[in-house]
């Protein structure tokens, strides 16, 4: 299969798998980044590194399956904060390609999609946190998620991964899975949210930029902190 350059453009995908000669390597971070923050960088980097990857594409879910009866902030301010927290990372790209998805978003109908777009020398990472490895095992189809791509769990120090293991070991299923130590991974998006509430900083938490945005569109209560100023709207 060759690359469909057009149809990746148009998927607002990176190009990979030109050279029929080399095996390719593409992160897929996938999660809601309600807001993004370190946590999620720190882990796609090691990934990055430790794993060989060519690229790392970051993908806010449109309508995240699992959050379906909680407030999820707009795809389109979700993805704009992804895009700026990503802008200066040359091997980071932040993609639409969920968000402009109808329907409820299921990972496995991410990944048939994505094997459609790309050649079979381009291989798919799977970045997500260590606890959903446990709960994967459930998601529809999975399946096809253990066939079509290569998981990475990004965990705490000192978690225990037992509970991983026995899940994985319980479906049956053969899933290749990786697992990354990442000290920043404290951090939780939730977190982030409940300090913007409480009018407190978020410095160090998550990039100047996305601090920018949130409090700029009143994002998470950010009207009310006095890190922010109150947006007046005007039609």
Request: hydrophobic share 40%; no cysteine; net charge negative.
């Amino acid at each position: 299969m060759s690359v469909n350059v057009a149809a990746l453009r148009a998927a607002d995908l990176p190009v990979l798998g030109r050279d029929e000669g080399r095996t390719y390597r593409l992160g897929i971070m996938g999660g809601t980044f309600d807001p993004i923050h370190y946590g999620h960088l720190v882990a796609a980097e090691q990934a990055f590194d430790d794993l060989k990857l060519d690229l790392v594409v970051f993908m806010p879910a449109g309508r995240p399956a699992f959050k379906l009866d909680s407030g999820v902030t707009s795809g389109e301010d979700r993805f704009a904060m992804t895009l700026l927290a990503t802008a200066d990372n040359p091997h980071f790209v932040a993609s639409r390609f969920e968000i402009d998805r109808e329907g409820v978003t299921y990972t496995a109908d991410t990944l048939r999609l994505l094997r459609g777009l790309y050649p079979d020398n381009v291989e798919f990472y799977f970045i997500t946190g260590a606890d959903a490895i446990t709960e994967i095992v459930s998601w529809r189809d999975a399946d096809d998620i253990a066939r079509l791509a290569h998981l990475v769990g990004a965990t705490r120090p000192g978690y225990d991964l037992d509970r991983a293991w026995d899940a994985i070991a319980a479906s049956g299923l053969d899933f290749d899975v990786t697992y990354l130590s990442v000290p920043a991974l404290a951090i939780s998006s939730s977190y982030l949210r409940e300090r913007v509430e409480a009018g407190q900083s978020l410095r160090y938490l998550t990039p100047d930029p996305v601090t920018g945005y949130l409090h700029k569109h009143g994002l998470y209560g950010a009207s009310r902190s006095r890190y922010g100023q109150t947006r007046e709207v005007v039609d």
